[in-house]
């Protein structure tokens, strides 16, 4: 028994923006896995190099403890990702990434030669630097988007927007929906226009044909898409801010 409604209870937890906390220990996990799983499978180049001693059991217990605390931590950061948006998987990529060259390179140091290790571990590390820069990049146009779409619903001309096409027929094993639904409205000067937003739909409140919503749109360029804010997708972007 409860005196709190636990579906409310459960959807407030499902809700809840992830705290720096774990964002940072999920970051961290995908560090270590991407240091065992390279310095294990870095280390397994040892086994033909006749001229060193080959590694212990140590490198080679790290491959599959690597690789699993990798899977299990790209999992939590892929539902991290999903509730944050200045966050993107190229974070976690960089992480794993970072913490592989560094173990590639730490092995490194049991071979007679090597050159060919630290090469590959190096280009590991400018692998990682690539997907940080890429992340970084992302997180920043999203960040310009949501500010546009703010703009534009300050100083946009508002219209009404009704759902034409939502995408999709039935809820089916999923109780969440991924579709492209499809609005029309009636620009100032009476041209009728139709524009498409990528919407996450949840079945407790659907979308339905015919539908109204309020819509922002710049009336000196009516088709400019990007102007184009729909209030019904602001509200369920595809992931949380």
């Not at 774990?22 to 961290?28: A, E, K, S």
């Amino acid at each position: 028994m409860s005196t709190v409604d636990p579906t409310i209870a459960r959807k407030l937890r499902e809700s809840r923006r992830p705290s720096t906390a774990r964002v940072v220990t999920v970051l961290l996990l995908l560090l270590l896995g991407g240091l065992l799983a390279g310095y294990g499978w870095g280390s397994t180049g040892r086994l033909m190099d006749e001229a060193v001693v080959a590694p212990d059991a140590t490198a080679i217990i790290a491959i599959p403890i690597g690789m699993l605390v990798s899977i299990v931590s790209s999992i939590a950061w892929a539902a991290i990702v999903m509730k944050r948006s200045d966050l993107g998987m190229m974070y976690g990529t960089a992480a794993t990434l970072l913490g592989a060259g560094a173990g590639v390179l730490l092995a490194s140091r049991g071979y007679a030669d090597a050159t060919p290790v630290v090469v590959i571990g190096s280009g590991i590390l400018a692998l990682a630097v690539v997907c940080l820069v890429l992340g970084v990049a992302a997180a920043a146009a999203r960040a310009r988007k949501a500010r546009a779409e703010d703009a534009a619903m300050r100083t946009g001309t508002l219209a009404t927007g009704t759902v034409s096409d939502k995408g999709y027929t039935v809820f089916r094993e999923s109780s969440r929906i991924l579709t492209t639904v499809t609005f029309t409205f009636t620009d100032v000067h009476g041209v009728q226009r139709w524009v498409q937003r990528t919407m996450t739909i949840n079945a407790a409140d659907p979308v339905e044909n015919g539908q109204e919503t309020r819509l922002w749109y710049d009336a000196a360029n009516p088709g400019n898409d990007r102007a184009i804010v729909v209030e019904l997708a602001h509200r369920s972007p595809l992931r949380a801010p």
